[in-house]
C-alpha cells in the first residue's frame, strides 16, 4: 500500500515556474511508476507527464519542453516541475502510483493507476 500527498500548489502569474512534490509513505516506492494528472474546472482529467522506476520520463504534448517529471526513490518522492506557465495551466493536479515490474515501462491512462494523491491546485493568472 501507498499513500500519496502532493504539495507545491499555488497562485502565479503567467510565465512563472512552480515544483509540485508527490511524497509516498507506506511501502517502498523503488519499484513504482508514477504520474501526473491535471484537472481544470468543467474539464475531464488528463495526463500530465509519467515517469518509470527507472527514471524514463514521458510528458502530454502540452507540456513537453515546460515541465518535468523526476523522482528521488531515496525520498520516496515524485516531483514536477513547472516552468513558463500559462492560464490555460490552472487545475487541481494530481499524483499517482502504480507497482510495475520492469524498470522502464510508464504509463500515460488513469485507469492504469491504483494509488492517487489528494490533489493541489495550481492557479496561473494572465
Known amino acids: 500500500q501507498v499513500q500519496l500527498v502532493e504539495s507545491g500548489g499555488g497562485l502565479v502569474q503567467a510565465g512563472a515556474s512552480l515544483r509540485l512534490s508527490c511524497a509516498a509513505s507506506?511501502?517502498?516506492?523503488?519499484?513504482?511508476?508514477g504520474g501526473w494528472f491535471r484537472q481544470a474546472p468543467g474539464k475531464e482529467r488528463e495526463f500530465v507527464a509519467a515517469?518509470?522506476?527507472?527514471?524514463?520520463?514521458y510528458y502530454a504534448d502540452s507540456v513537453k519542453g515546460r515541465f518535468a517529471i523526476s523522482r528521488d526513490n531515496a525520498k520516496k518522492t515524485v516531483y514536477l516541475q513547472m516552468n513558463s506557465l500559462k492560464p490555460e495551466d490552472t487545475a487541481v493536479y494530481y499524483c499517482?502510483?502504480?507497482?510495475?515490474?520492469?524498470?522502464?515501462?510508464?504509463?500515460?491512462?488513469?485507469?492504469?493507476?491504483?494509488?492517487w494523491g489528494q490533489g493541489t491546485q495550481v492557479t496561473v493568472s494572465s
Open positions: 507506506g511501502d517502498t516506492f523503488s519499484r513504482y511508476a
Open positions: 515517469i518509470s522506476w527507472g527514471g524514463s520520463p
Open positions: 499517482a502510483a502504480v507497482t510495475t515490474y520492469s524498470s522502464g515501462n510508464y504509463y500515460s491512462q488513469e485507469n492504469q493507476y491504483n494509488y
